[in-house]
Structure formats: structure tokens, C-alpha cells
């Protein structure tokens, strides 16, 4: 099997705050420059660096707000976000958990810091990914997937290296924790320094990484520091990561989707009319009901 080619190592892009509890790089699809469509079915990756959040009294966060036509899925590495929604659902995302949801026909909610979190203060790092679904899904059911850390299978790597988290998908025999509309990989990969990790996605699938933690050198040829994202071609199968020093890698791969995609904010369709139909559904209150407080 051929060597998968780094296409780029992107440095974090300057952040912006979404809602004011989120301090984001955003690499898809801004660091990925052809847009949604470079990394279909991921449509979009938000990241939330280690960044230190003071006490306050009120949690920061972000507040009421819909989805449509996709699943969103939030990657807590530090920190705590407590979520809500129209349907009388929440829960709250901890250090190591994933919050799998499956927006599709549509859902109302809110995202915070979690109360005691937010009294406290303290350091927040997050990743908050999107996963495209194919049309013929988009308009089903919401649901949730909340999967916490120790429901999440780790294998562990030869020679005491480190494992890999296997959130979506699967790696070596193990199946991932999170169901999925379409085949996608999705690991958190903790490396001792020294340790090796090596995957293999077909070339189809479109595969990048972030390094969360640490830094690594990819295919024995690129040096990646910390909170710089790699983007790899569709060429070759097969790469591996070293780890410099400890490191904790975020590992993306999945079957693009090869849909038309039309998205306006927070819903993402397939042409023109369906988003012009949800921003009435939107407006008729179709999405439900949810107070604005945390
Ligand atoms: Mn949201």
C-alpha cells in the first residue's frame, strides 16, 4: 500500500469567539480553502485551544439557536459544557467525553459552560466538528448519542506506546463508540514520546488531523507542533505519526458524501429551497421552544 501525502501543515488560524464562552480556530472549512467540499463529509471543524477561562458567575456560552441537516459532534479534552434543547434534552460534556447529535429534521439548543465549571474557572479546550448527512437522512429524526469517556474503546498500541481512542468507526478489530450515517473514522490518539501510531484509510476518504496535545512528526517527514492541523491527500492509503513528545492527536477519515451542499448558518441542505424551508420552519416555531437562560 502507497504512502498517503501531507497536502498541508496548517498553523491555527486567528480565533474568533462563538457566543462568549468559545474562543475557536477554524480549519474547516477556512484552513481547508476550497470550503465545505475539501473535506466532505466534515463540513466544519471549530477548535477551542487550551485557553483559560476566568471565574463568572454567569456561564459563558451560546445561546438558543437551530440546526438542521447535519450532526454535530462535540470532542471535550478539558473543561465542561452543559447543553440543552427544545425537546426537554441535555446533558453536560466532560473531560475525555463526546457528544454525538444528530441534528437532522432540526433541533433548538444551547450550549454553556457547565455551572460549576463556569464558577470555578479554569482551562477549556474543545473541539466541535460537523458531519454532513446524505440527503436522503436529512430530514430524519434528531437523536443524541452521549457517549462518555470510559464507553469509548481503547486499543492499546505494541509496545505500551499509547492507544487510540476509537470514537467513530474503527481501528485494528475495534468498533467505534458512536454510530455514524456514513463510514467515518474518528479516533483520539495518546502517544508517549517515542511512540508510533500507524493508520490506513482508503484513498477516497477524505483525511486530516489535528494534534491537540504535544507534537508529532508525520510519515517520518513533518514536524507538527500543537494545534497545527494536517491535511492529507487523496493519494496513498497508509501513514503513520511519531511522537516527539507526549501527544494527543485527533484523527479524522471519512467516505465523502458527493452531494450538492447549500448552507446558510446553521443549516446545511442540499440546494437553495430546502434552506429557504427551514428558515420558515424556523420562524414557525416548527423547531420547538426553548428559553434563552441557561
Ligand atoms: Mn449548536
Redesign the pocket.
Known amino acids: 500500500m502507497a504512502i498517503k501525502n501531507v497536502v498541508s501543515v496548517m498553523a491555527p488560524p486567528d480565533p474568533h469567539f462563538v457566543g462568549d464562552g468559545f474562543r475557536v480556530h477554524n480549519f474547516i472549512p477556512q484552513g481547508s480553502r476550497t470550503g465545505m467540499y475539501r473535506m466532505d463529509p466534515f463540513i466544519m471543524l471549530d477548535y477551542n485551544s487550551a485557553h483559560y477561562f476566568e471565574p463568572s458567575a454567569t456561564p459563558r456560552g451560546?445561546g438558543v439557536?437551530p440546526?438542521r441537516g447535519f450532526e454535530?459532534v462535540t470532542i471535550a479534552y478539558k473543561g465542561s459544557v452543559a447543553h440543552h434543547d427544545s425537546s426537554g434534552g441535555g446533558g453536560v460534556i466532560r473531560e475525555g467525553d463526546v457528544q454525538w447529535m444528530t441534528a437532522a429534521s432540526g433541533v433548538l439548543?444551547k450550549?454553556y459552560h457547565e455551572e460549576q465549571f463556569s464558577k470555578e474557572g479554569g482551562w477549556f479546550q474543545m473541539v466541535q466538528l460537523w458531519v454532513n448527512l446524505p440527503a436522503k437522512d436529512k430530514m430524519s429524526a434528531p437523536k443524541y448519542q452521549s457517549i462518555t469517556k470510559d464507553q469509548i474503546p481503547r486499543v492499546p498500541l505494541p509496545d505500551g506506546n499509547g492507544e487510540v481512542a476509537v470514537i467513530a468507526g474503527s481501528y485494528m478489530d475495534s468498533k467505534g463508540a458512536a454510530d455514524t450515517f456514513t463510514p467515518v473514522h474518528l479516533y483520539n490518539t495518546f502517544l508517549h514520546k517515542g511512540g508510533r501510531a500507524d493508520f490506513s484509510f482508503p484513498v477516497s476518504y477524505n483525511t486530516a488531523l489535528l494534534v491537540v496535545e504535544g507534537s508529532i512528526v508525520v510519515n517520518d517527514a513533518e514536524t507538527v507542533a500543537t494545534d497545527h492541523f494536517v491535511l492529507f491527500g487523496n493519494a496513498g492509503e497508509d501513514f503513520h505519526i511519531t511522537a516527539s513528545e507526549d501527544a494527543v492527536v485527533l484523527i479524522m477519515s471519512g467516505e465523502p458524501i458527493k452531494e450538492n451542499i447549500v448552507a446558510h448558518g446553521?443549516f446545511v441542505m442540499n440546494n437553495q429551497q430546502e434552506i429557504l424551508q427551514a428558515f420558515d420552519d424556523y420562524n414557525q416555531g416548527k423547531f420547538g421552544y426553548l428559553e434563552d437562560q441557561v
Do not use: A, D, K, S
Open positions: 451560546v439557536h440546526h454535530t439548543h450550549e446553521p
